[in-house]
């Protein structure tokens, strides 16, 4: 037997994202619900969300985003190895989302699968792509976290239905440049089955998403900022060297709460922190990669500046790492 | 272990940092949600810090109850 020629480092070489174009402001959920605009800006910190049509599938938006990020990496998808759609609403169990994708992005017949880590499935998909690079398996794979939670939300239920939203971003990640460069440091993650409960589809006929709103907070408010210190430990860096902090956009003041506990551990008072979820919501699995996407458009984030992505949710599961800004 | 009036010093602290209300504002009798306009997320926030000053386990459905500043003084100096 003979293994495939193994590389030291893999980077991101493009991203791209992609939201519906139908807006629902808090107001349009004023006269569905009873809840009004101060209340969610307050508990969640959303101003916003896009939600897709009934004729747009989640593969459809998979495949709008990875064409963004090929488009972004100058990139021929017929050069790619693979194909990763990080995903949880799929809607059905059979077929996967990424053997679909690949056929639409322009590279039929590459390895595919999903990963379902829920929101912190990009995170998860990122590093496992990043080991397929440097261990031979692929030279270049697209990461995709896409998600149509509008087809499992209880639009009536006024906790679940402020805060989710539909949205995809992807990632072209392939070997770095020089044999010292590490664009993708290694993955923190792990989960918490036992928590299994906390966030989760009802397996009753109402089929919608429910949530232990404080359990979930109280987790989120105090476990994954340790994910996040232990993913720059691993890379050999300290918190003061993070640039930019993007943890999933579950909730505004989850993110505070986890860029507050970084500070405290050394990391930068001008350290630019994601807020992406006031004009997206909660995309799950999408909204680190949009996140990126969106603040690099914006200027705020630049090429080579040192990010901090970290994801969490159903499971429960985490996961975060260290990467390069492209 | 901390008396009730180092625990009440104690909790208001937290609840200046958490929720930027004066120490002075935080006594026994005042309702976390009526009177000190807190909220449920808030009060987690407070709750997490708690355990960890005091090192008495407040969970959730515990801290719904907690409806006084005087109710979380007294259930934390009963589980500290």
Same mark, same amino acid.
């Given at each position: 037997?003979?293994?495939?020629?193994?590389?030291?480092?893999?980077?991101?070489?493009?991203?791209?994202?992609?939201?519906?174009?139908?807006?629902?402001?808090n107001a349009?959920?004023?006269?569905r619900?009873?809840?009004?605009?101060?209340?969610?800006?307050?508990?969640?910190?959303?101003?916003?969300?896009?939600?897709a049509?009934?004729?747009?599938?989640?593969?459809?938006?998979?495949?709008e985003?990875?064409?963004?990020?090929?488009?972004?990496?100058a *990139?021929?998808?017929?050069?790619?190895?693979?194909?990763?759609?990080?995903?949880?609403?799929?809607?059905?169990?059979?077929?996967?989302?990424?053997?679909? #994708?690949?056929?639409?992005?322009?590279?039929?017949?590459?390895?595919?699968?999903? #990963?379902?880590?829920?929101?912190?499935?990009?995170?998860?998909?990122?590093?496992?792509?990043?080991?397929? #690079?440097?261990?031979?398996?692929?030279?270049?794979?697209l990461?995709i976290?896409?998600?149509?939670?509008?087809?499992?939300?209880?639009?009536?239920?006024?906790?679940?239905?402020?805060? *989710?939203?539909?949205?995809?971003?992807?990632? #072209?990640?392939?070997?770095?440049?020089?044999?010292?460069?590490?664009?993708?440091?290694?993955?923190?993650?792990?989960?918490?089955?036992?928590?299994?409960?906390?966030?989760?589809?009802?397996?009753?006929?109402?089929?919608?998403?429910?949530?232990?709103?404080?359990?979930?907070?109280?987790?989120?408010?105090?476990?994954?900022?340790?994910?996040?210190?232990?993913?720059?430990?691993?890379a050999?860096l300290?918190?003061?060297?993070?640039?930019?902090?993007?943890?999933?956009?579950?909730?505004?003041?989850?993110?505070?709460a986890?860029?507050?506990?970084?500070?405290?551990?050394?990391?930068r008072?001008?350290?630019?922190?994601?807020?992406?979820?006031?004009?997206?919501?909660?995309?799950?699995s999408?909204?680190?990669?949009?996140?990126?996407?969106?603040m690099?458009?914006?200027?705020?984030?630049?090429?080579?500046?040192?990010?901090?992505?970290?994801? *969490?949710?159903?499971?429960?599961?985490?996961?975060?790492?260290?990467?390069?800004?492209? | 272990?901390?008396?009730n009036?180092?625990?009440?010093?104690?909790?208001?602290?937290?609840? =200046?940092?958490?929720?930027?209300?004066? $120490?002075?504002?935080? $006594?026994?009798?005042?309702?976390?949600?009526?009177?000190?306009?807190?909220?449920?997320?808030?009060?987690?926030?407070?709750?997490?810090?708690? =355990?960890?000053k005091?090192?008495?386990?407040?969970?959730?459905?515990?801290?719904? =109850?907690?409806? $006084?500043?005087?109710?979380?003084?007294?259930?934390?100096?009963?589980h500290?």
């Open positions: 037997m003979r293994l495939p020629d193994t590389t030291a480092g893999a980077r991101i070489l493009g991203i791209g994202s992609i939201q519906p174009d139908h807006v629902v402001t349009d959920l004023e006269k619900v009873e809840t009004d605009d101060a209340w969610i800006r307050s508990r969640v910190g959303i101003a916003e969300r896009r939600i049509d009934a004729e747009t599938s989640l593969p459809d938006l998979a495949v985003a990875g064409k963004a990020a090929l488009k972004d990496a *990139f021929d998808p017929a050069e790619l190895d693979a194909v990763v759609v990080a995903t949880c609403t799929m809607p059905n169990p059979i077929p996967n989302a990424a053997a679909q #994708v690949a056929t639409g992005v322009g590279a039929a017949g590459v390895a595919a699968f999903d #990963v379902n880590a829920a929101c912190a499935g990009f995170c998860y998909g990122l590093g496992v792509a990043a080991d397929m #690079v440097r261990a031979g398996t692929a030279r270049h794979v990461v976290g896409a998600e149509k939670l509008s087809d499992w939300i209880d639009w009536d239920d006024r906790s679940t239905c402020i805060i *989710f939203a539909d949205a995809a971003g992807a990632a #072209v990640v392939g070997p770095a440049a020089t044999g010292d460069e590490v664009g993708v440091g290694p993955v923190a993650w792990g989960s918490a089955g036992d928590r299994a409960d906390a966030i989760r589809i009802l397996g009753d006929t109402t089929n919608k998403l429910h949530q232990e709103g404080q359990a979930v907070f109280r987790w989120a408010t105090t476990a994954v900022a340790p994910v996040a210190l232990d993913a720059v430990e691993r050999g300290t918190p003061a060297d993070v640039d930019v902090l993007i943890p999933h956009q579950a909730n505004l003041r989850i993110v505070e986890i860029a507050k506990k970084l500070r405290q551990k050394g990391a008072e001008d350290m630019v922190v994601a807020d992406d979820i006031v004009h997206s919501g909660n995309t799950s999408a909204s680190i990669p949009m996140a990126l996407d969106h690099r458009a914006a200027g705020r984030v630049r090429s080579g500046d040192v990010l901090l992505l970290v994801g *969490f949710g159903a499971g429960l599961s985490y996961a975060g790492q260290v990467v390069v800004c492209p | 272990m901390a008396d009036a180092e625990i009440l010093s104690g909790l208001a602290e937290i609840v =200046e940092e958490v929720a930027g209300i004066d $120490t002075a504002e935080v $006594t026994r009798e005042k309702s976390f949600v009526d009177d000190l306009d807190i909220d449920s997320l808030s009060m987690v926030e407070i709750a997490v810090q708690a =355990e960890d005091f090192g008495a386990k407040i969970p959730d459905d515990q801290l719904a =109850e907690l409806k $006084t500043v005087g109710d979380a003084v007294d259930f934390i100096a009963k500290q």
